[in-house]
């Protein structure tokens, strides 16, 4: 059995595995830690990389989002079935990593006021230079114009979750608009979210509904 451990809410760095592991429908557990066991944890060594999420399978425990995402992805039949599709499915996977670690800062800063300006830099330089190179690679791979590699994948499901988080209306100065600009990324949005196989499982629905 797949444990997984992630804090008490939905992000994409947990919710990329949930998702695959369900669509294929293999059982996993999810503890969903408070952020104060989290931190006595933490300071005890307990987690391989000081973070979350977190696996753990035959009593021994991973890190890192991406590698736990590929080996749940992998073991969900969503991960490449050869070279060149896990070339773009990591392409996408790196894509996600890379604009949390830009937009980070401005989550995680405490002070309003400086938190407002790494945001507002965020917006001014960055989110549709990311967009656009995420949109550029879909056309570039897909030829169905439906999915990354023209199969359902973790790519999809990777970039349809961060969009959506983008566009969630969350993100304070992030005006969900902004992906009119990327009408191939916007259809790409719909068609994933409308697919029946993905939007009937419980952990899409918990993931819209908050
Ligand atoms: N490189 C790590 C980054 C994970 C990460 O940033 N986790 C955050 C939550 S999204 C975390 O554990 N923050 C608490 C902390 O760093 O103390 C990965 O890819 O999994």
Redesign the pocket.
């Known amino acids: 059995m797949i444990k997984l451990i992630y804090f008490e809410f939905n ?1 994409w ?1 947990i919710d990329i595995s949930k998702l695959s592991l369900s669509y294929s429908e293999i059982p996993y557990k999810l503890e969903k830690l408070p952020r104060n066991e989290f931190f006595k944890k ?1 300071k005890s060594g307990f987690f391989p ?5 977190v696996m753990i399978i035959d009593k021994k425990m991973y ?4 590698a736990i995402a590929k080996f749940c992805a992998s073991k969900s039949g969503l991960y490449g079935k050869n070279d060149k599709e896990s070339l773009v499915i990591d392409q996408v996977l790196n894509w996600a ?1 890379d604009i949390n670690t830009i937009i980070a800062p401005s989550i995680r800063e405490k002070n309003r006021e400086k938190q407002l300006k790494l945001r507002k830099n965020f917006v001014d330089n960055h989110l549709m230079i990311w967009f656009n190179f995420l949109e550029k690679l879909f056309l570039k791979t897909s030829k169905n114009k439906k999915f990354f590699t023209d199969r359902f994948s973790l790519a999809d499901i990777t970039a349809w979750r961060v969009i959506h988080w983008f566009i969630s209306g969350k993100l304070e100065l992030i005006d969900p608009k902004f992906i009119m600009s990327f009408k191939n990324l916007q259809k790409f949005y719909t068609g994933i979210y409308n697919k029946k196989s993905f939007n009937k499982l419980k952990e899409f629905e918990e993931i819209i509904s908050n």
Do not use: I
């Open positions: 992000f760095r933490k990389f000081g973070q979350l999420p890190g890192q989002t991406l990593n």
